[in-house]
């Protein structure tokens, strides 16, 4: 016998019209959860889609995508102020939820970006034009440009020589962010045994472990 057939059966303790009531709310109930975790589901989609179009903006560019969501909050019937409230709240989750690699490599936190300072653009615009100065040269021929710059070993030529450094660290970044990678993850696997060897109390093996990386 189900629920509704039982308290139907028992107006003693629930009227009938309780009982419609009672069973309205059980119905209606469900149909709200239900509509709340398909919304949960469609945010996170739609989180996700935000995302990938912010992960690597520019303060400027995620600038105009804000104003673009919001734009179309407003669209759907929100307030100024509630659109802008909303965006805010959905890269609140983003930024639970996702991560992105730092200059390191290492995954962090996603946060939004912030707006450059005029000291800040003019290091970017003088990197750029040097960027663009040293692009003609090969990497073996920014080597013998460094090596002739060291043997006159004066001021001017050895910042000339920080300015190769740079960009022939950027040109490697791929290459060193991977060897960081290696590194590290060799440093986890050696950790992991450390730590197994403590708790096997195996003070021999950690002794004989230590002293063969000296």
Known sequence: MSVANSAIASPVLVSEADTSTLFDI?????????????GKARLDTLDANLFDFIKSASYDVFMKIREIIITGSVDAGRTADAAQKQFERQIGRISANF??????????????????SKDAKRKAEARAAEIKRLEKFE?????????????????????????INAEMTRRNSDVIAEQK??????????NARI??????NDI????AGLLAME
Do not use: H, R, W
């Open 99 to 116: 991560t992105v690699e730092n200059e390191q490599g290492v995954k962090v936190a996603y946060k939004k970006p912030v707006a450059e």
């Open 26 to 38: 059980g119905f209606q109930s469900c149909k709200a959860e239900q509509a709340m975790e398909q």
């Open 139 to 163: 990497d073996d021929e920014l080597l013998e440009v460094k090596a002739g710059l060291l043997v006159k070993g004066d001021n001017k030529s050895l910042n000339e020589v920080k300015k």
């Open 181 to 190: 990678a290696e590194v590290k993850a060799i440093v986890e696997k050696l």
């Open 195 to 200: 730590k197994e060897l403590v708790k096997d």
């Open 204 to 207: 021999d093996s950690l002794t």
